[in-house]
C-alpha cells in the first residue's frame, strides 16, 4: 500500500508466504501465519480502560461489537472516482499487508473505487475462552490486518512458483501477471472473494496483564482503538514462522473493491446534495459536513432514509461558520450519539471517533457520512466466528466525498493549466495538496475534459506516488 509516511511497513516477504503450485493449478497454499523478521517490537503496557457509566459490557455472555468505514469518492453526478489506494493515517510496523499495492507498475490497485478502513473487532467475555474467526470479502481484497493471521486468500506468489515470476507478487494486483491459463487468471487474479483467517484466537481474562506492541499516540491513531473495556486478546506463536504469542485489544482488518454502496450520493450546483437509499431497509443517521480550512458546519439526519428514499439537502454554508475546533467538538459530540444508538458501548463510539475524527472533521471538502443497516455488512464481510457470540453488533460508518460541480470545474480550470509549460508546476500543486484525493479528482478533471495526453504524466506520478493529507497535523 501507499502510505502517507517513509515509517517502516511489514510486508508479505516477511510472512509464512505462499509457496504456490509452479503451473498455478488453481490447488491454494496460502497459509501466511506472521513470519518474524527479528526481534518482537517495542512493547507498551495495556491501557487502564475505566468502564462508561452507561453502554458498557454488562460483565455477563459472549458479546462481540464491530466499527469500521468505508471511503468513496463521487463525482457531481455519482459516479465513483478510482484510485483509493492511497492512505494519510500511517499504520504502526508491525501491522501485515498484502505487498505494496502501488509498487507494482500499473496495477489493478488504482481502479478500486472503494477503500474498507478500519473495521476493528472487540471480544467480551466473562471467563476466557477460544474462538476461531474468519472473516470474507465478496467484492474486494483484504489488504492489511493484525494480528497475523493463519491463512488468507487470494493468495501471494512466491519467487520461481509460476514461469517468469522471480519475486514474491500479488496476482490480485498485478495486470501483467504471467498466468498461465484463463481459469488460473479469473481465480487468483480478481479483486474479490478474499478471506483472512486467524484461527483459533485467545479471549483472555479481563484483568489479565497483557503488553502491547507499541503504537504511540502522537505517531499512530491505532491506539484510540485500543481505549476501550474489550477483554485483550493472544494469537498463539506459529513453530517455525512467528514464534511469539502476539497480543491486541482487537482484531484489525482492512481492503480495498469495487461495489455499490446503499446510497447513491450526487450534487448539485450551490451546494445542493440529494442522496439515495437504493436498499430495501432504512439507512441510520446522516450527516451532510462542509468542512473548511478553519471553518465547518454540518446538519444531521438522526431519521437517516427510509427504504427507497431520497434525502434532499444543501450542503450548510461556510459563512458565519464556527471554528474549525469548535465545528469538531460538536460534530463528535454528535456522532458518538448516533454510535450509542446503534448498540455499541459508548467508549466504543468514543474509539471510533477518535480515531477518525482527522479525516472526517478536519480534511477541507464536502462529505456525506452515514451508517449503513447491519445487513448490508454482514452481506459484504461475513464474519464467521465459532462459537458463536450471544450478541454481535457491527457498525460501518460510510464516508463519501462529494465533488461539487464547483469544486469539479475548480480540478478542470487546473488541468487545464497541465498544458502550459509556465503553468504546470502551480496545476500539478493543486493536485499534490489534495493528499490521498488527489488521484481520483485528478482522474475526475480528467476524464471530463476528455483525457487529454498532456494530463498522463501527472497521473502516472501521483498515482504510484505516497501521499501526505491536507490536514495533518
Same mark, same amino acid.
Not at 454488562?58 to 455519482?78: M, Q, Y
Not at 442522496?275 to 454540518?298: D, K, P, Q, R
Not at 439537502?313 to 463528535?332: I, K, M, N
Given at each position: 500500500?501507499?502510505?502517507?509516511?517513509?515509517?517502516?511497513?511489514?510486508?508479505?516477504?516477511?510472512?509464512?508466504?505462499?509457496?504456490?503450485?509452479?503451473?498455478?493449478?488453481?490447488?491454494?497454499?496460502?497459509?501466511?501465519?506472521?513470519?518474524?523478521?527479528?526481534?518482537?517490537?517495542?512493547?507498551?503496557?495495556?491501557?487502564?480502560?475505566?468502564?462508561?457509566?452507561?453502554?458498557?459490557?454488562?460483565?455477563?455472555?459472549?458479546?462481540?461489537?464491530?466499527?469500521?468505514?468505508?471511503?468513496?469518492?463521487?463525482?457531481?453526478?455519482?459516479?465513483?472516482?478510482?484510485?483509493?489506494?492511497?492512505?494519510?493515517?500511517? !499504520?504502526?510496523?508491525?501491522?501485515?499487508?498484502?505487498?505494496?499495492?502501488?509498487?507494482?507498475?500499473?496495477?489493478?490497485?488504482?481502479?478500486?473505487?472503494?477503500?474498507?478502513?478500519?473495521?476493528?473487532?472487540?471480544?467480551?467475555?466473562?471467563?476466557?475462552?477460544?474462538?476461531?474467526?474468519?472473516?470474507?470479502?465478496?467484492?474486494?481484497?483484504?489488504?492489511?490486518?493484525?494480528?497475523?493471521?493463519? $491463512?488468507?486468500?487470494?493468495?501471494?506468489?512466491?519467487?520461481?512458483?509460476?514461469?517468469? &515470476?522471480?519475486?514474491?507478487?500479488?496476482?490480485?494486483?498485478?495486470?501483467?501477471?504471467?498466468?498461465?491459463?484463463?481459469?488460473?487468471?479469473?481465480?487468483?487474479?480478481?479483486?474479490?472473494?478474499?478471506?483472512?483467517?486467524?484461527?483459533?484466537?485467545?479471549?483472555?481474562?479481563?484483568?489479565?496483564?497483557?503488553? *502491547?506492541?507499541?503504537?504511540?499516540?502522537?505517531?499512530?491513531?491505532?491506539?484510540?482503538?485500543?481505549?476501550?473495556?474489550?477483554?485483550?486478546?493472544?494469537?498463539?506463536?506459529?513453530?517455525?514462522?512467528?514464534?511469539?504469542?502476539?497480543?491486541?485489544?482487537?482484531?484489525?482488518?482492512?481492503?480495498?473493491?469495487?461495489?455499490? *454502496?446503499?446510497?447513491?450520493?450526487?450534487?448539485?450546483?450551490?451546494?445542493?446534495?440529494?442522496?439515495?437509499?437504493?436498499?430495501?431497509?432504512?439507512?441510520?443517521?446522516?450527516?451532510?459536513?462542509?468542512?473548511?480550512? $478553519?471553518?465547518?458546519?454540518? &446538519?444531521?439526519?438522526?431519521?437517516?432514509?427510509?427504504?427507497?428514499?431520497?434525502?434532499?439537502?444543501?450542503?450548510?454554508?461556510?459563512?458565519?461558520?464556527?471554528?474549525?475546533?469548535? +465545528?469538531?467538538?460538536? !460534530?463528535?459530540?454528535?456522532?458518538?450519539?448516533?454510535?450509542?444508538?446503534?448498540?455499541?458501548?459508548?467508549?466504543?463510539?468514543?474509539?471510533?471517533?477518535?480515531?477518525?475524527?482527522?479525516?472526517?472533521?478536519?480534511?477541507?471538502?464536502?462529505?456525506?457520512?452515514?451508517?449503513?443497516?447491519?445487513?448490508?455488512?454482514?452481506?459484504?464481510?461475513?464474519?464467521?466466528?465459532?462459537?458463536?457470540?450471544?450478541?454481535?453488533?457491527?457498525?460501518?460508518?460510510?464516508?463519501?466525498?462529494?465533488?461539487?460541480?464547483?469544486?469539479?470545474?475548480?480540478?478542470?480550470?487546473?488541468?487545464?493549466?497541465?498544458?502550459?509549460? $509556465?503553468?504546470?508546476?502551480?496545476?500539478?500543486?493543486?493536485?499534490?495538496?489534495?493528499?490521498? +484525493?488527489?488521484?481520483?479528482?485528478?482522474?475526475?478533471?480528467?476524464? !471530463?475534459?476528455?483525457?487529454?495526453?498532456?494530463?498522463?504524466?501527472?497521473?502516472?506520478?501521483?498515482?504510484?506516488?505516497?501521499?501526505?493529507?491536507?490536514?495533518?497535523?
Amino acid at each position: 500500500m501507499v502510505t502517507a509516511s517513509t515509517s517502516r511497513r511489514r510486508t508479505l516477504p516477511f510472512f509464512l508466504l505462499a509457496t504456490l503450485i509452479a503451473a498455478c493449478s488453481g490447488t491454494s497454499t496460502s497459509d501466511s501465519g506472521g513470519l518474524n523478521d527479528g526481534a518482537p517490537p517495542d512493547q507498551q503496557p495495556a491501557p487502564d480502560v475505566p468502564s462508561a457509566p452507561d453502554l458498557a459490557y454488562p460483565g455477563k455472555g459472549f458479546i462481540v461489537h464491530e466499527w469500521g468505514t468505508d471511503t468513496v469518492v463521487v463525482g457531481s453526478d455519482g459516479s465513483f472516482q478510482p484510485g483509493l489506494h492511497h492512505e494519510e493515517e500511517d !499504520l504502526p510496523a508491525f501491522v501485515y499487508d498484502r505487498l505494496e499495492a502501488g509498487s507494482l507498475d500499473g496495477s489493478t490497485s488504482t481502479s478500486v473505487n472503494v477503500k474498507m478502513e478500519t473495521p476493528v473487532t472487540y471480544f467480551y467475555a466473562e471467563e476466557p475462552l477460544d474462538a476461531h474467526v474468519q472473516v470474507a470479502f465478496r467484492k474486494g481484497i483484504f489488504t492489511q490486518w493484525y494480528p497475523a493471521v493463519h $491463512s488468507f486468500d487470494p493468495p501471494i506468489f512466491a519467487p520461481n512458483t509460476v514461469a517468469g &515470476v522471480t519475486t514474491y507478487t500479488d496476482p490480485a494486483l498485478d495486470p501483467e501477471f504471467p498466468f498461465g491459463s484463463p481459469v488460473c487468471a479469473e481465480r487468483y487474479g480478481a479483486l474479490a472473494h478474499s478471506y483472512i483467517e486467524w484461527g483459533t484466537i485467545e479471549i483472555l481474562g479481563r484483568d489479565s496483564d497483557v503488553r *502491547l506492541p507499541e503504537a504511540p499516540l502522537d505517531r499512530f491513531t491505532w491506539a484510540h482503538a485500543r481505549q476501550v473495556g474489550a477483554n485483550p486478546l493472544r494469537v498463539a506463536g506459529v513453530p517455525g514462522a512467528m514464534e511469539a504469542p502476539q497480543h491486541e485489544r482487537f482484531l484489525f482488518y482492512r481492503g480495498l473493491g469495487n461495489f455499490d *454502496l446503499p446510497v447513491r450520493v450526487t450534487a448539485g450546483t450551490g451546494g445542493a446534495i440529494s442522496a439515495e437509499n437504493t436498499l430495501g431497509e432504512a439507512i441510520g443517521t446522516v450527516f451532510v459536513l462542509n468542512v473548511g480550512a $478553519s471553518a465547518g458546519a454540518f &446538519v444531521a439526519h438522526p431519521e437517516g432514509i427510509a427504504s427507497g428514499g431520497t434525502l434532499v439537502e444543501r450542503a450548510p454554508s461556510l459563512d458565519g461558520a464556527p471554528p474549525l475546533d469548535e +465545528f469538531v467538538e460538536a !460534530l463528535g459530540a454528535s456522532v458518538i450519539d448516533a454510535l450509542d444508538a446503534t448498540g455499541l458501548y459508548h467508549d466504543e463510539a468514543v474509539a471510533m471517533v477518535n480515531t477518525w475524527k482527522r479525516q472526517w472533521f478536519r480534511t477541507p471538502g464536502v462529505r456525506v457520512l452515514y451508517l449503513a443497516p447491519e445487513a448490508w455488512t454482514d452481506a459484504s464481510i461475513p464474519l464467521t466466528i465459532d462459537p458463536t457470540p450471544e450478541d454481535m453488533v457491527r457498525v460501518m460508518m460510510l464516508r463519501v466525498e462529494v465533488l461539487s460541480p464547483e469544486i469539479e470545474a475548480a480540478d478542470v480550470g487546473a488541468a487545464r493549466r497541465l498544458a502550459d509549460p $509556465s503553468l504546470a508546476d502551480d496545476a500539478a500543486r493543486h493536485f499534490d495538496d489534495l493528499g490521498r +484525493f488527489a488521484e481520483p479528482r485528478l482522474r475526475r478533471a480528467l476524464a !471530463l475534459l476528455g483525457e487529454p495526453a498532456y494530463g498522463a504524466p501527472l497521473l502516472a506520478r501521483i498515482a504510484a506516488g505516497a501521499t501526505a493529507s491536507a490536514a495533518r497535523e
